[in-house]
């Protein structure tokens, strides 16, 4: 039987060069693909295939096509993910946005009515993840969660991470005067975490985000009230002076000693 830890070190390699952008046969698709795909402006951010321009068909045939969890992937890089198990140790920042009330509100809407709302939810959470090209983690229940890989979103990943957080309180409603159209809390936290891809050999798979940073952020939004972000002290070393935030004293659920995070609202217009 493979020892875990075996399989990390041995896949460990790989996914940092992967994540690094240094992988060879990734440095090798790029610079082909810039040349099969010259006029394209959108571009999967690992190997450069062209989303857009005359290109675009062809690079659709050749399973280049954009990846449905993050369109700012394609397909083709996506099966990595699929054919490897594995992952490395990066640092990440990571957002979590879970809905207030949930149970409540289910219970005094039919099913199908509750169903739509969180479609628009989700809908409007991925628009954002996008946006801020996050990598969309999990979308489960009430709550969805997205990931921000330095090496793929860019240096200022935990300031997008925060800029997501903000805009979907607002795009929730919570900017409005009238209240939100779904209340909801956010948690953003960064640290190393484990990332890669979890699974069976030849079968079912997860790209999957694991370790204390996880849990972390988890804590974090269960402690948020609706219309809330709360960001952790490593998150707001980076923002401190962009966006205007009160210190509060957090206990939270698995860690024993009180967390000193930072709680921010979006302004009614």
Known sequence: MTDPADQTKKFDPLWRAIFSGEHPELVRSRKLLRLLSPTAH???????????????????????????????????????????????????????????????????????????????????????????????DKMSGDEVIAVYVPALTG???????????????????????????????VGVHSGETFMGSIGVEGGNYQFAALGDTMNFGARLVAAAKGGEMIMSEAVWKDVSGEIPAKPRSLQLKGYTEPVKAYVTRVKPE
């Not at 409540?104 to 009515?113: K, N, S, V």
């Not at 997008?160 to 159209?181: E, I, M, S, Y």
């Open 42 to 136: 959108d571009r999967c951010r690992l190997c450069y295939a062209g989303f857009d321009g005359f290109t675009a068909p062809v690079m659709r045939v050749i399973g280049r096509g954009q990846w449905l969890r993050n369109p700012h992937f394609c397909e083709k890089c996506e099966s990595v993910l699929a054919e490897h198990r594995g992952g490395a140790e990066i640092e990440i920042a990571v957002l979590y946005a879970d809905v207030r009330g949930s149970t409540q509100i289910a219970a005094g809407m039919r099913p199908a009515e509750f169903g739509a709302l969180m479609q628009r939810f989700f809908e409007t959470a991925i628009k954002i993840f996008t946006w801020s090209d996050a990598i969309v």
């Open 155 to 185: 240096a200022d990943y935990r300031q997008r991470a925060v800029a997501a957080g903000l805009k979907l309180l607002r795009a929730t409603g919570h900017d409005d005067p009238a209240g939100p159209w779904l209340s909801i809390g």
